[in-house]
């Protein structure tokens, strides 16, 4: 699958450690929880603000490293949303059809609202609104690091 000249395997490459990261602390989050882990404890581990950093990651590392333009930023957003989010709807049908409440049923992360609108909410804002916000704040970044380090995009090493 192509999405702006890219396969969708070039995006999961570069942005691999980022997913990682979001993958281990979900799964983390969502583990300890299960386990009786107090979500006072459990907050700390934050798959938003992993992903906050990778915004500014990205706005930065596209252009330096020559993977792409602005529109390459989309996708790498959309993909980690949709990992991050993922982690989050399991949680909650987790909780759902088990029984066993974690950290993504709690009241103060959501957890009030009806599972279905809940997890609607993971795709409609996790998903797709929280990936067009990332991008216009990863496209000012890159417009910023284009100005710091000159507009010339180095190429990128070919195989």
């Given at each position: 699958m192509m999405v702006f000249g890219k396969s969708l395997s070039e995006y999961i490459r570069f942005q691999r450690v980022v997913?990682?990261?979001?993958?281990?602390?979900?799964?983390?989050?969502?583990?300890?929880?299960?386990a009786g882990t107090s979500n006072d404890v459990?907050?700390?581990?934050?798959?938003?603000?992993?992903g906050l950093a990778a915004i500014f990651y990205y706005g930065i590392r596209v252009h330096t490293s020559g993977f792409g333009t602005y529109k390459?930023?989309?996708?790498?957003l959309f993909i980690?949303?949709?990992?991050?989010?993922?982690?989050?709807?399991?949680?909650?049908?987790?909780?759902?059809?088990?029984?066993h409440p974690?950290?993504?049923?709690?009241?103060?992360?959501g957890g009030a609202t009806r599972t279905r609108w809940h997890i609607l909410g993971h795709v409609g804002i996790g998903m797709?609104?929280?990936?067009?916000v990332g991008w216009l704040v990863a496209?000012?970044?890159?417009?910023v690091t284009k100005k710091v380090a000159g507009g010339k995009q180095p190429q990128p090493a070919t195989a």
């Open positions: 997913l990682g990261l979001i993958l281990v602390v979900g799964l983390a989050r969502l583990f300890l929880s299960l459990v907050k700390f581990l934050s798959m938003t603000v992993v390459h930023l989309l996708p790498l980690q949303n949709v990992l991050a989010n993922t982690i989050a709807i399991a949680g909650i049908l987790i909780a759902r059809f088990s029984g974690n950290v993504f049923t709690a009241p103060e992360f797709i609104l929280a990936s067009l496209c000012v970044v890159m417009w």
